[in-house]
């Protein structure tokens, strides 16, 4: 079974739009972190955000914003005021326990910002 | 930058011959992971390694082998190449400390590799 669910493929929005990509996970474990990369058409993986399961404070990075929610397993991003430079494949991953090593990557969700 | 190389950064090879990715990198981190790239799949990890000589496998593993003799070294060896190794391979590295969990990784510029 999948840890981690991205069921959003692909998205297109029209630039400054607010776009949400949904990130649902799946673990036993108390101890968890849950992770968001971006994947510009460059190639490159970018670190965007670290989350441990005990912290379920939202968190805003300028443009960006998270909602991480223990009681529907999600963690999900959101985008305000998109611009064509956000447009990219996101990656939600999970890591597990107190070894929290291995992480587990969703499948991506591609967004594309329309000028 | 965390510091991270990778080469080469693209290879072409044919079915059953063997090939060698190399994952360097300047930060002293303990951990490195070796990931494949695939369309619809994400990033599947191949192998890691948590010090010198100390390796595991990862969810897709078969076909392929690791090493570590230096800290900053970490090679993948596809031992005889076959088409459904075409992807592209990711680097990557986190935690200083051993036992340090949960830190980000990050990541190299990965390798394009197409086997024919």
């Known amino acids: 079974a999948q840890k981690v669910t991205q069921a959003q493929t692909e998205i297109s929005v029209v630039e400054k739009e607010d776009v949400t990509l949904d990130c649902v996970y799946e673990?036993?474990?108390?101890?968890?972190?849950l992770f968001w990369y971006k994947q510009p058409p460059s190639g490159e993986l970018v670190f965007l955000i670290r989350?441990?399961?005990?912290?379920?404070q939202n968190e805003i990075s300028g443009r960006y914003s998270w909602n991480f929610q223990k009681s529907t397993s999600s963690f999900n991003f959101t985008i305000t005021a998109s611009q064509v430079v956000d447009s990219a494949v996101y990656f939600c991953?999970?890591?597990?326990?107190?070894?929290?090593?291995?992480?587990?990557f969703g499948t991506g969700t591609s967004l594309t910002v329309i000028p | 930058d965390a510091g991270i190389t990778q080469s080469p950064r693209h290879k072409v090879t044919e079915t059953g011959t063997p090939v060698t990715l190399r994952c360097h990198q300047t930060?002293?981190?303990?951990?490195m992971y070796w990931y494949r790239q695939d369309p619809g799949h994400g990033l599947r990890l191949i192998h890691y390694?948590?010090?010198?000589?100390?390796?595991d496998k990862g969810e897709v593993s078969d076909g392929y082998s690791v090493s570590r003799s230096k800290t900053e070294d970490f090679l993948l060896t596809l031992e005889s190449a076959t088409s459904s190794q075409t992807s592209v391979y990711f680097c990557?590295?986190?935690?200083?400390?051993?036992?340090?969990?949960?830190?980000?990784?990050?990541f190299g510029p990965g390798t394009r590799l197409t086997v024919l």
């Open positions: 673990t036993r474990d108390t101890t968890y972190y």
């Open positions: 390694s948590y010090g010198v000589k100390d390796t």
């Open positions: 989350r441990n399961s005990f912290d379920e």
């Open positions: 990557a590295i986190s935690g200083r400390e051993y036992g340090t969990s949960g830190t980000e990784q990050f």
């Open positions: 991953a999970l890591s597990e326990g107190e070894t929290g090593n291995q992480f587990y």
């Open positions: 930060e002293n981190h303990r951990y």
